[in-house]
């Protein structure tokens, strides 16, 4: 029933920058949270970064500083501005809408930070 859907991920060089939009079909206030995670080949998917219905933002430690979660509530969408990337961040990225305990998955973005 809801639709997540991922877009802004491409090849970029180490120390560079992209950002990651997510777009879900009904408003994100309809959210207990919007989360941005991503998963490396053979490795857990991990949280990256959360807003919370009320705008409360958090970091996984490694980002903080360097990436920055925001959002546009009239277009239903969720950012992921991330700044100087590393090598082994490399992965496909995920943005999470979490309503009522359920998860609601987008299909990914791939991102690629490679020289």
């Not at 809801?2 to 408003?27: A, H, M, N, T």
């Not at 705008?55 to 991330?82: E, P, T």
Request: glycine share 10%; hydrophobic share 35%; aromatic share 8%.
């Amino acid at each position: 029933q809801v639709q997540v859907v991922e877009s802004g991920g491409g090849l970029v060089p180490p120390g560079g920058s992209l950002k990651l939009s997510c777009v879900v079909s009904r408003s994100i206030l309809s959210f207990s949270s919007i989360s941005w995670y991503r998963q490396a080949p053979g490795e857990e998917r991990a949280l990256v970064a959360a807003i919370t219905i009320g705008g409360y933002r958090n970091y996984v430690d490694s980002v903080r500083g360097r990436f920055a979660i925001s959002r546009d509530v009239a277009k239903n969408m969720v950012f992921l501005q991330m700044n100087a990337l590393r090598p082994e961040e490399t992965a496909v990225y995920y943005c999470n809408a979490r309503r009522d305990g359920n998860d609601n998955w987008g299909h990914g973005t791939q991102v690629d930070i490679s020289a």
